[in-house]
């Protein structure tokens, strides 16, 4: 009986050990942290390693990205969200809202309703760096409320 729950103690460190893949690095408190695969910065929603991470990407044309992936930010994750919508405040304390739009992808089959890429509709270059909260965003069957957004542009240019 020992034996299986040593075995049992085993299997469950090494399914937490192996929850996250290649695409993590060690920070300087040894706690592991993620990388954005398209170069951009990452929001962790949730429970670290339960929940959900968005990336916010800088397009060169100026407008923002978002694209919404899993707890280890490797696999993309399809929500019916009609928008993704940023609430940020200027130097004047003035609000606004930044509203991201999904986007359609023909090849991946994404569709209006059914994507993980979302983009704003209005360029975002000169307001960085963008502090601001999304209200409330539904993500499978969990809902987030007031999660806090700090971009300051891409990781990687």
């Known amino acids: 009986m020992m ?9 469950i460190a090494s399914l937490f050990l192996l929850s996250c893949g290649q695409n993590e690095t060690d920070d300087h408190s ?21 929940g959900y ?16 992936l899993d707890s280890c930010a490797e696999n993309f994750l399809r929500i019916p969200a009609n928008s993704i919508d940023i609430e940020v405040s200027d130097e004047n304390n003035n609000s606004k809202t930044i509203v991201c739009e999904p986007i ?27 502090k601001g909260i999304i209200r409330k965003l539904d993500i499978l069957e969990f809902s987030f409320e007031d999660v806090e957004i700090n971009f300051s542009g891409n990781s990687i240019n």
């Open 104 to 130: 359609e992808d023909p090849i991946t089959g994404e569709t209006i309703g059914n994507t993980s890429v979302f983009t704003s509709t209005v360029r975002i270059s000169d307001n960085l760096p963008l």
């Open 53 to 68: 991470n968005l990336e916010f990407v800088l397009h060169e044309d100026g407008f923002l990205k978002i694209y919404v």
């Open 30 to 50: 040894g706690h592991h942290v993620h990388t954005a695969p398209h170069g951009g910065q990452l929001v962790e929603i949730g429970k670290h390693g339960s």
């Open 3 to 11: 034996k299986f729950f040593i075995g049992i103690t085993l299997s």
